[in-house]
């Protein structure tokens, strides 16, 4: 059994953004930190819109984002005694990025769209497998983690 990452492109964003990369750097991100197949991973690229919606609704933040994570693996500091599904796939959970919000954030930053794209998909992906950001000694960690991830998967 392989590891199953869907892809969801809003309509109005389809064609800008590739499943097939988006993938490939998913998998680079899982290999690297020891996740190994059976695993299931949902990625949304979507409006500015929806993503305040679902950061309003689900954190209490009514304001807008560039990329959301809702994991379903307990988190550090959690009840240990979670049970892993009997068909023995790990359920990341589901990333959800405001593709116009990465575009307008990349021109701010200097860097490709797709830099951005990679860096927002790393990020999330990350907070599914328990980082975070909350403490400064997190981010810290979190942010090293990306770069380095980055580099791996987008090298030069």
């Not at 689900?58 to 990329?67: F, K, N, Q, S």
């Not at 990349?106 to 599914?128: D, K, N, T």
């Amino acid at each position: 059994m392989s590891g199953e990452i869907e892809i969801f492109v809003e309509e109005e964003f389809r064609g800008m953004v590739d499943g097939g990369w988006v993938k490939k750097i998913v998998r680079q991100v899982l290999k690297a930190e020891g996740m190994a197949p059976p695993y299931e991973v949902s990625l949304v690229f979507t409006d500015p819109e929806t993503v305040q919606r679902l950061n309003r609704d689900y954190r209490g933040v009514d304001e807008p984002t560039d990329v959301l994570a809702f994991y379903m693996l307990p988190q550090r500091g959690a009840d240990s005694s979670f049970a892993l599904p009997p068909d023995g796939v790990t359920r990341l959970g589901e990333v959800i990025i405001s593709y116009p919000q990465a575009v307008a954030q990349a021109r701010e930053q200097g860097h490709s769209p797709e830099r951005e794209l990679a860096l927002l998909v790393i990020h999330g992906i990350l907070h599914l497998l328990g980082y975070d950001h909350e403490e400064p000694e997190e981010k810290s960690k979190m942010s090293e983690r990306e770069r380095e991830l980055l580099e791996r998967c987008l090298p030069g």
